[in-house]
Each structure stands twice: as structure tokens, then as C-alpha cells.
């Protein structure tokens, strides 16, 4: 049990005027010295007043200037005089509000009136406030117990959160956010935590489905882009773009081979294979030996699955008047929403806003992590954000000490108060580029039974180009065609496809036309070694046995076409 608590230090009446205490106390030794000078040459300066007056004024009006600049400067750079800065503010607060007592105090037959404030108390670090007010049934307790949205205006933060104790209310004030922004190489996935700033992050396992609302170029489809990133690296994402814009170029990219979607029918599509993806899952899960009750889709070693769409309400607007497809795409919805976290199938919505007539109230509410950009408007917010941030100030910053900043907004867990938020800083202006940064992504094995519920379409089959320059069209007549000889060796074609992608970014060349992949018989030969490699490897990675075939052929990058 502790006997005392530091609760930080108690705001005084004189604070109102500490920046002119400071200031003095920077001028004072100019005054000191000054003052030492004209007492040392008084007798010239009686005799010689005018230029002398002139050069003490100079010193005097000069000295003053730099005491106020470094007074600033202070109070803007250092943490110290920041804390003096907001007890400045909290003691103003206080008087110019009447939140005050009034002692007299008699002296020499005059009755002086002290202004003495009640018990409130400041601790403050460089990214938060700490104020605590005391409550004990005083006079202004009902007051004291409404004050978040008040300071939070006053030091231009983010009320996070209030707490009691037995005497006192706290309210926590965020400040400085901008100081915990990233970069892009920063945003990372740690276990199943995506960092977004510093010390933000979103735990899709803890907070499932991730909603994302912003206005048009507040920043939204950077943060996506951004977010795809990160996720690519650790799990599948598939990708629906009903509008047909920037994601949908994408699907050029290896990684996202399959995996992007924008007409109405394949987005419908994608759901319904997640669908059926998640419920072959969870009869993985129950007939795994490993299985345990309470136990989600990384104790069996299964890989995450995200589904992203960039404007839902763009979908929904194309459906419009088939009730059929919309009530059918929102059964699939509302599987994988309700469904989805333990067999790790997580859905990402942007809107430019989540209004309930494209997206219903109770499912939205599962939606359990809330990240805004740019400027919405306040029945936006409160869509967003829900009751618990109806009393909230969102403020709108377009610049920050002088500095235009986009990618700035709001992000809460639903229910909770939502706090400043800033996107990663994506260096597009220094020659960045998204897609450069996917080509380099790693294509992930597809190692699980429940893969088998996709299309071939959803393995790399789109754009399975030849690597090295066009070259005329074989007519070597020991050419057919890949499905032909996948059926007479009873082979998967998407796993084919797989392979011969690995071969290509290896300088294996191999002919196709319009509708098909052709493969001659030592094709073949590299095709059906690569499978039994795989399986004397453990069925660990396709990578792996397509370098152990082309190093037993003596093959390798750029060495011709088989």
C-alpha cells in the first residue's frame, strides 16, 4: 500500500504569468551587467551623457529581444519549459472560469483578497498530460468531471481517457503525435500486431475487420496501399476494386496474381470461395490431431487471409437493383465478419464514409478497429467512431508548424475514444513506387487443403509472361498443350502454373498462345522432377525444388530456353 503518491505538481495562481518570469529571468543578467557598467563610469556618463545614452538604450532594447527570442525558443524545444507552458494555461483556465476561492487576509487595518485554486495537479512527458482534479464534494466537482473535451482543445491533443481514485479525477491528454509518425519501411507485422505509428497498432487477431473511411485526397488510398504491404508479407490478401482504379493495376504484380478482383460477378465471386475457404477451415481445425477447443487458426500453423475492398459503397451501387445478388453477397458478408477471426479470415472495407445504407449498423459494429483520413464531416465521425466520441472535438489540420500534411486522421477499437492519427510518410516525391515494392514480395506457398476451394484462376496464371524478349512462335511439333499433359499425369494445373512461373523468373522460356500454355517433352521432364523434389523436401516450397532441378540440369538465370 502506498502512503504517498506523486500526482505531479499543483497549479499555483502566479503560473498565469510565468512566461514573463522567464523572460525577466533571461533578461536579468543583461540588466546586472548594465546596470555594473554605468555604475563603474558614472562619473563619465555625467559628464558625456548622449553618446553613452544612446549605446546603453541599444544594449538594453537588444538584450531584450534575445531574452524574449531564447524564452521562446524554450518554450517551444524543451520539455521543461513545455510543462511551464501548460500550467500557464491550466492557472488561466481556472481564474478566467471562476473556478477559484477567495481568502482574505488582513494587514495593517487592510483586508487584502488571495486568489487560491483548488487542488489540480500536472504531470506531463513528451507525448502526454496527465491532469488531476480534486473532488471530495467540493463546489466544483461537477465541473471537474466533464473537462476532456475542454482540455483537449486547450493543449491541442487527444483526450484519451479519465480515471478515479479515491480523491481525484485524472484525464489523460495525448500531445505531439505527430512526433510518433513512421515510415513506410517501419510498418511491419510482429506476431499479429501491424504497426501503424509508434505506438499504434492493429491487432487483427484482438480487433478483427478493419474499417477505413476518408474523403477524396484525405490520404486513403495510400494508407491501403500502404497496409497492403505490410500484410502481403505475412499472408494472402485479396484485392476488390469495383471502381476498376488504382488497385486494380495490381494484378500485374506476382504476388497478387488471381487475386484481384473488379468486376461485380468475381467480387461476388471472392466472397463466396472465402466462404467456403473459412468453413473448410474450420473443418481442418476439428479433425486436426492438434486440435484444442478455444484454440484460432495459428495453432494449426495456418496463414491469415485478408480481404480488402476499396469502396464498398461503389459495389453496392452496381447491384443497386438486383436484390438478389445484394442479399446473396450479404450473407457472405455477414459469414466472414461474424465468422471469420478464428479460422483467420479478416475483412478490410474503405468508404468515404460508412454510411448504414450501404453497410447495415450491427455490421458494422464488428468492425472492431476504426482508422479515418483526411477531413469527414461530423455525422461521418459519428459513424466512424460511434457514441462514445459524440462529444469529442475532431479537429481538421491541414498544416502543422507551417507544414501541409495529409495522411492525418482519427483511429479507435470501436467504442473506445479515438485518438490523432498519422499514416505512415510514403517518400513518393523521392521516386518511391508501390509497385516496384510488391514485385520484390515473396510469393507465399498456397499449403493447405482449403486452398482447393479457389478457382485456378486464383494461382499465377495471368500474367505468366516470358521474362526474356519475345522470340518468334515455335512450331516444333513436339509441342502441346500444359492441360493435356496435366490430365494424362493427373496433375493439379494450378500447381503446374506455379511452377512454370518459378521457371520463367529463372530464364526458362515457354511457348503459349491466346488460350494455353505449350510444353515440349524435356519441359515436361523439369516439370515432373520439380514435383518430386517437392515431396523429398517435405512439400515445404515449390522455390526450393525448382532451383534443386534446374541445379541438376546444370540451368540456372538467363541460360536459354529449354
Not at 553618446?51 to 520539455?79: D, H, T, W
Not at 502526454?128 to 471537474?144: H, W
Not at 468515404?352 to 483520413?373: C, H, Y
Not at 495471368?462 to 519475345?470: D, F, G, M, V
Request: charged share 25%.
Amino acid at each position: 500500500m502506498k502512503l504517498f503518491t506523486y500526482r505531479g505538481i499543483r497549479v499555483k495562481a502566479f503560473y498565469r504569468h510565468i512566461r514573463g518570469i522567464t523572460w525577466f529571468i533571461w533578461w536579468f543578467p543583461s540588466l546586472l551587467a548594465i546596470g555594473n557598467y554605468c555604475y563603474v563610469n558614472l562619473e563619465e556618463l555625467k559628464g558625456h551623457p548622449l553618446p553613452q545614452v544612446y549605446f546603453i538604450g541599444g544594449i538594453l532594447v537588444a538584450s531584450c529581444l534575445v531574452a524574449y527570442l531564447l524564452n521562446r525558443m524554450c518554450y517551444e524545444k524543451i520539455v521543461f519549459f513545455q510543462k511551464l507552458n501548460s500550467l500557464r494555461i491550466l492557472s488561466r483556465f481556472l481564474i478566467e472560469n471562476n473556478l477559484y476561492l477567495v481568502k482574505n487576509i488582513r494587514r495593517e487595518n487592510k483586508t487584502i483578497e488571495k486568489i487560491v485554486l483548488p487542488q489540480v495537479y500536472l504531470k506531463q512527458s513528451l507525448y502526454k498530460i496527465e491532469v488531476r482534479f480534486i473532488l471530495e464534494g467540493n463546489k466544483f466537482q461537477d465541473r471537474f468531471l466533464n473537462l476532456g473535451s475542454t482540455l483537449e482543445v486547450m493543449f491541442n491533443g487527444d483526450f484519451r481517457n479519465k480515471t478515479f481514485d479515491k480523491r481525484f479525477i485524472t484525464y489523460d491528454i495525448a500531445i505531439n503525435r505527430i512526433d510518433s509518425r513512421i515510415t513506410i519501411n517501419e510498418v511491419e507485422v510482429k506476431g499479429s500486431k501491424l504497426q501503424l505509428m509508434t505506438d499504434v497498432t492493429w491487432d487483427y487477431i484482438e480487433e478483427p475487420h478493419l474499417l477505413i473511411g476518408g474523403g477524396t485526397g484525405g490520404g486513403k488510398t495510400v494508407v491501403l496501399m500502404t497496409i497492403i504491404y505490410a500484410l502481403a508479407k505475412i499472408g494472402f490478401v485479396d484485392i476488390c476494386d469495383p471502381k476498376n482504379s488504382d488497385l486494380a493495376g495490381l494484378k500485374k504484380i506476382p504476388v497478387f496474381h488471381g487475386r484481384v478482383y473488379t468486376s461485380k460477378e468475381d467480387i461476388i465471386q471472392c466472397f463466396k470461395e472465402n466462404v467456403a475457404f473459412m468453413e473448410k477451415r474450420y473443418e481442418l481445425m476439428s479433425t486436426s490431431p492438434k486440435f484444442q477447443a478455444g484454440k484460432n487458426f495459428t495453432h494449426y500453423g495456418m496463414t491469415p487471409k485478408f480481404i480488402l475492398v476499396d469502396e464498398w459503397a461503389a459495389l453496392m451501387a452496381k447491384i443497386d437493383r438486383d436484390y438478389s445478388l445484394q442479399s446473396e453477397l450479404m450473407e457472405y458478408l455477414s459469414q466472414l465478419v461474424l465468422e471469420g477471426r478464428q479460422a483467420g479470415v479478416f475483412i478490410i472495407f474503405a468508404m468515404q464514409r460508412p454510411d448504414g445504407e450501404f453497410i447495415k449498423t450491427a455490421l458494422r459494429d464488428n468492425f472492431m478497429k476504426r482508422l479515418s483520413v483526411g477531413h469527414l464531416e461530423s455525422t461521418g465521425y459519428d459513424m466512424m467512431f460511434g457514441d462514445a466520441n459524440k462529444t469529442k472535438e475532431f479537429k481538421k489540420l491541414d498544416e502543422i508548424n507551417g507544414v501541409k500534411v495529409k495522411g492525418r486522421g482519427y483511429i479507435a477499437n470501436n467504442g473506445d475514444l479515438a485518438g490523432e492519427f498519422f499514416s505512415p510518410y510514403v517518400p513518393l516525391d523521392q521516386g518511391f513506387s508501390f509497385y516496384d515494392a510488391y514485385a520484390k514480395i515473396p510469393i507465399m506457398e498456397f499449403n493447405g487443403e482449403e486452398f482447393e476451394v479457389f478457382g485456378e484462376d486464383h494461382q499465377q496464371q495471368e500474367t505468366i509472361e516470358p521474362i526474356e524478349e519475345e522470340k518468334a512462335p515455335n512450331t516444333d511439333t513436339n509441342l502441346r498443350p500444359l492441360k493435356e499433359f496435366a490430365e494424362e499425369q493427373d496433375l493439379k494445373m494450378a500447381t503446374l502454373r506455379k511452377i512454370i512461373y518459378l521457371f520463367q523468373e529463372q530464364g526458362i522460356v515457354f511457348e503459349r498462345t491466346e488460350s494455353a500454355i505449350l510444353v515440349d517433352p524435356f519441359q515436361e521432364e523439369l516439370l515432373l522432377e520439380s514435383l518430386v523434389h517437392f515431396e523429398e523436401r517435405g512439400r515445404k516450397s515449390y522455390s526450393k525444388a525448382v532451383e534443386a532441378t534446374l541445379s541438376h540440369h546444370g540451368l540456372g538465370q538467363g541460360q536459354g530456353q529449354a
